[in-house]
Nanobody, 119 residues
Framework: QVQLVESGGGSVQAGDSLRLSCAASRRTFSSARMGWFRQAPGKEREFVAQIIWRDGNTAYADSVKGRFTISGDNAKTTVYLQMNSLKPEDTAVYYC????????????WGQGTQVTVSS
């Protein structure tokens, strides 16, 4: 497994923007996909967004479509999540994930970064 390190979380007001970053710690790291998940207090972890490296295809949860954008660097070892028009319900710990396969559960996870949106 590879270590994933997230950054960019913080406390903002509703309507503000944040950009999360996730970098893989190993140079030889190779993933087929990377994604973002989040977990709010008292709730299960949920899918937020994903990028497939080979064709750049992206996918989003309905709750963030049109507000969040996932992207990555050319080396395919760093993924970003641009979050615009943030809402209080976006408050959660955001986790980065990566996997060398296109299917199944993600096997590498970051430690999470807190995003708090106040009204």
């Amino acid at each position: 497994q590879v270590q994933l390190v997230e950054s960019g979380g913080g406390s903002v007001q509703a309507g503000d923007s944040l950009r999360l970053s996730c970098a893989a710690s190993r140079r030889t790291f190779s993933s087929a996909r990377m994604g973002w998940f989040r977990q709010a207090p008292g709730k299960e972890r949920e899918f937020v967004a994903q990028i497939i490296w080979r064709d750049g295809n992206t996918a989003y949860a309905d709750s963030v479509k049109g507000r969040f954008t996932i992207s990555g660097d050319n080396a395919k070892t760093t993924v970003y999540l641009q979050m615009n028009s943030l809402k209080p319900e976006d408050t959660a710990v955001y986790y980065c994930a990566a996997d060398p396969s296109l299917f199944g559960n993600y096997r590498s996870w970051g430690q999470g970064t807190q995003v708090t949106v106040s009204s």
